[in-house]
């Protein structure tokens, strides 16, 4: 396990993540979002499941699974894919920068595409800022923290 591996907690090991924030819609609208997100390992494959709802006037509760490759002894980037939580599937990176984590994506026709950043503020605590876009439009933003309930 690397240095960076060692100093994460989100991703690097199991748990169950409570999440707050804010998701702006593609007029900077803010909406309050809460729910759940649980990381398990299985020996060959890290699953990122999460349930999301933003509440809109229209109520609305996203599920998405993650699929990772588990990070390697020592390496600091990883790959996943994701066929829910889009108009099609996704594809993306994990990346170990210090205190940071982050996750370019896009979907396989180039269409869809994101970034996220989680930044580490505690041991069990991380700041999440991010955005999707379809084509040249943005399509929502979110601001979240994310704390370990395991």
Not at 48 to 64: F, G, M, V
Not at 81 to 88: A, H, M, N, V, Y
Not at 109 to 136: C, H, I, T
Request: net charge negative; hydrophobic share 35%.
């Amino acid at each position: 396990m690397s240095i960076l591996q060692t100093l994460h907690s989100y991703l690097v090991r199991p748990g169950l993540w409570e999440i707050s924030g804010r998701h702006y819609d593609r007029h900077n609208n803010a909406y309050p979002q809460r729910g759940r997100l649980v990381v398990t390992h299985e020996p060959d494959l890290w699953i990122i499941e999460t349930e999301l709802t933003i509440t809109t006037e229209e109520t609305q509760t996203l599920h998405s699974r993650c699929e990772v490759q588990p990070l390697a002894p020592g390496a600091t980037h990883t790959e996943w894919k994701s066929e829910t939580g889009g108009p099609e599937p996704v594809f993306g990176l994990f990346v170990l920068v210090e205190d940071s984590l982050m996750s370019p994506w896009q979907s396989r026709s180039g269409d869809y595409w994101g970034q996220e950043m989680l930044v580490q503020v505690g041991p069990k605590e991380y700041r999440g800022r991010g955005f999707a876009f379809l084509r040249n439009e943005k399509v929502f933003a979110w601001s979240t923290r994310l704390v370990n309930d395991s």
